[in-house]
C-alpha cells in the first residue's frame, strides 16, 4: 500500500485496510515513502521497487493519489505479471494545487509519460476509486485515462480526496475490490 504525497502509513484508511486484509490472511506492507513532502519519481518508485522485491502474480498493490502514480511507473518497466490493482484518488492530470512549490514538485509526475500498454501487459486487473469532488483531480479526464488502463471505476459521490479529512478512516469499496481480484469472500 503506496501512501499519498505528504502522507503516510497511519494515515487514512490505511491502518484500517491493512487491518482488515490481515484478517483475510494477506501478508501487508505500508512502507513509509522517502521525501514525502517532496515526492520524487525515482526515489519513489525504487523505494517500491526495493519492498516489492520479486514480483509475482500473487502482489495486489493500493495506491493513494501519488502512490498510484508511483505503482504505474513501477509496472511501466515490470516484465512480471501481478496480481491487481486498487487506486484511490489516482491521477495522470491535477489542478487546483495552489502554489508554485506544489506545482515543481507535480511537474515532473505529470509531464513524463507512462506506457500504460506495458502497464497493460502486467496488470490484468484494476480499479479506480475517484471521489467526484476531489480537490486537485480533474475528474473526467483521470476517468477517462483509467478507463483507456481497463480499470473499473468506483465514484464516491463527494469523496474529495479520500483523506481522512473527507471522513475516510475506513474504505470498505477497497477492500471488496481486493477481494473480488484476488477471488477471496
Given at each position: ?74 509496472l511501466a518497466h515490470s516484465e512480471v505479471p501481478v496480481g ?102
Amino acid at each position: 500500500m503506496i501512501h499519498r504525497w505528504s502522507g503516510g502509513p497511519e494515515d487514512d484508511w490505511r491502518p484500517w485496510l491493512k487491518n482488515e486484509l490481515e484478517k483475510l490472511g494477506f501478508e501487508v506492507a505500508v512502507p513509509e515513502m522517502p521525501d514525502t513532502d517532496e515526492p520524487s519519481i525515482s526515489k519513489w518508485v525504487g523505494h517500491l521497487s526495493h519492498v516489492v522485491g520479486k514480483p509475482d502474480g500473487e502482489i495486489y498493490f493500493v495506491g493513494h493519489s501519488i502512490g498510484c502514480q508511483t505503482i504505474l511507473r513501477y509496472l511501466a518497466h515490470s516484465e512480471v505479471p501481478v496480481g491487481g490493482a486498487v487506486f484511490v484518488a489516482g491521477w495522470f492530470y491535477l489542478q487546483n494545487l495552489g502554489d508554485e512549490e506544489a506545482e515543481e514538485i507535480a511537474g515532473p509526475w505529470l509531464k513524463e509519460p507512462i506506457d500504460l500498454g506495458r502497464v497493460k501487459n502486467v496488470l490484468p486487473a484494476s480499479t479506480l476509486i475517484i471521489g467526484d469532488n476531489g480537490p486537485f483531480n480533474a475528474y473526467e479526464q483521470n476517468v477517462q485515462k483509467f478507463r483507456e488502463l481497463g480499470s473499473n471505476i468506483v465514484t464516491l459521490p463527494g469523496g474529495g480526496h479520500i483523506t481522512e479529512e473527507d471522513g475516510y478512516t475506513t474504505l470498505p469499496e477497497a477492500l471488496d475490490e481486493l477481494k473480488r481480484m484476488a477471488g477471496v469472500r
